[in-house]
């Protein structure tokens, strides 16, 4: 099945920029999405680039798609202490109405 | 104002004691997921509602159930709950032929003592 797979830990300081990487195996995903995921809380979708999109910007957000090696990166610029938190990415393939997960990266930003 | 709302936030439940937990949404969404979620592990789903149609994952116990009485509101049933099945538990939806994007509600804590 479809595997999705992320570092466990990130670790920057106040306003520099975070990247955080994910790979996925499926080829046919259409839909890849960055969550985040603060204590005690649900998921809060930050942001989603479609396959055929190499590059989207959002704000702070930049996501980068590279569909030959199946990697995505989300980079946070000027990354701010608000920004601690696990952040998950997700691919949807098209089949079933589901997403499957990564195992979720924890940002943490030092003063 | 919120979207994908759950009730209760927190759920204490004992052991054997059936539970019932509740999702509500104003997107008007067609698509209602449940996902388990335990510490510092990404959420895995049990199930979901694609108009009235349910789907289970095939791994989901059958201890675990769930009712969609109309659009706007999903119901998770756990009919025994066991020590481990305290988790966080997420609402999300999602309507098709947008981006499939889902939204959560902010969870329910369930604990079993």
């Known amino acids: 099945g479809e595997d999705v797979e992320q570092s466990l830990f990130l670790s920057v300081r106040e306003g520099d920029s975070s990247v955080i990487n994910c790979t996925y195996t499926?080829?046919?995903?259409?839909?890849l999405y960055w969550y985040k995921q603060e204590p005690g809380a649900g998921l809060q979708l930050l942001t989603y680039?479609?396959?055929?999109?190499d590059m989207k910007q959002d704000q702070r957000l930049t996501v980068l798609l590279n569909k030959k090696d199946k990697h995505l990166s989300l980079r946070i610029a000027d990354t701010q202490t608000g920004d601690s938190a696990i952040y998950f990415c997700a691919d949807f393939t098209g089949g079933g109405n589901k997403l499957t997960f990564g195992t979720g990266t924890q940002l943490k930003v030092e003063l | 104002d919120a979207m994908v709302i759950q009730n209760p936030r927190y759920q204490v439940t004992q052991f054997g004691k059936p539970v019932t937990l509740s999702c509500s949404q104003t997107?008007?969404?067609?698509?209602m997921y449940w996902y388990q979620q335990k510490s510092s592990q990404a959420p895995k789903l049990l199930f979901h509602y694609y108009d009235k149609d349910f789907n289970n994952e095939a791994d989901t116990p059958d201890n675990f159930q769930s009712r969609r009485p109309n659009t706007s509101f999903c119901f998770l049933d756990i009919r025994s709950p066991g020590l481990g099945d305290a988790a966080m538990y997420l609402c999300?939806?999602?309507?098709?032929?947008?981006?499939?994007?889902?939204?959560f509600g902010p969870g329910t804590r369930l604990t079993v003592t």
């Open positions: 680039i479609f396959s055929n999109m």
């Open positions: 997107l008007n969404h067609n698509v």
């Open positions: 999300a939806t999602s309507r098709e032929g947008d981006s499939y994007e889902q939204y």
């Open positions: 499926d080829s046919s995903s259409t839909y």
